[in-house]
């Protein structure tokens, strides 16, 4: 089975700018959770998705959504970017979910703010 | 105070010790996570854990739910162990990862 993927991997965008993160989980899966990595932050949840409806949303602004298609594809959206967006941002997909199976990661879009 | 705390935060030890990595949560958990991640970001799912003891190749996870504590044991550690190890909890209801801030370990030959 081919692993997550993510697209695209590396981003350079300016304040104020939207952007728009993708990632194709494994076939199969139905779970896709978003994650946000920051040398000060550490890991940090944002949201998961199953079958199409977000499950959880983590601590995050309202600058910060998601949505997954009926494939299990998921989309991140950040707009008016922050240079404190800039961050490695993984996304992981599961067969049912957090709680309940193994999350497999994948490589990540690495984000820059300028 | 952070709702997982991981320890020790450096850990550097030589080829073939027995390795030791904790974790402790202050919330109600339905399961936890020990994951790997090394140079490059790339994130690898050792165990899911909600009651008990796991084992896979050298690696061994255990969880005490009552004392809100679990270990990760690395056997017979070799220089390709040398990552950061990060526990993650999922929140009883809230169902969300919340992650410790990981454990550097490095294995020297």
């Known amino acids: 089975k081919a692993g997550v993927t993510q697209t695209p991997r590396y981003l350079i965008k300016t304040r104020g700018q939207q952007v728009t993160l993708s990632c194709s989980p494994i076939?199969?899966?139905?779970?896709v959770s978003w994650y946000q990595q920051t040398p000060g932050q550490g890991l940090q949840f944002l949201f998961e998705?199953?079958?199409?409806?977000?499950?959880n949303k983590g601590n995050f602004p309202g600058r910060f959504s998601g949505r997954q298609f009926s494939n299990s594809r998921s989309e991140m959206n950040v707009s008016t970017l922050e240079l404190g967006d800039s961050a490695l941002y993984l996304c992981?997909?599961?067969?049912?979910?957090?709680?309940?199976?193994?999350?497999?990661f994948g490589p990540g879009t690495r984000l820059t703010v300028l | 105070k952070n709702e997982v705390e991981q320890s020790p935060q450096n850990l550097t030890a030589q080829e073939g010790e027995f390795i030791t990595i904790n974790c402790s949560y202050s919330?109600?958990?339905?399961?936890l996570h020990w994951l790997q991640q090394h140079p490059g970001g790339g994130i690898v799912s050792l165990f899911m854990?909600?009651?008990g003891k796991k084992k896979h190749g050298r690696l061994i996870a255990t969880i005490n739910i009552q004392e809100k504590h679990s270990s990760l044991h690395i056997t017979a550690s070799h220089p390709r162990d040398s990552a950061v190890y990060i526990c993650?909890?999922?929140?009883?209801?809230?169902?969300?990862?919340?992650f410790g801030s990981g454990t550097q370990l490095t294995v020297l030959p």
């Open positions: 992981a997909s599961s067969s049912w979910g957090l709680q309940d199976d193994e999350q497999f």
């Open positions: 076939s199969g899966h139905r779970s």
């Open positions: 998705y199953f079958s199409e409806t977000q499950r």
């Open positions: 919330v109600g958990i339905s399961a």
């Open positions: 854990l909600s009651s």
């Open positions: 993650a909890v999922v929140s009883g209801s809230a169902r969300q990862l919340t």
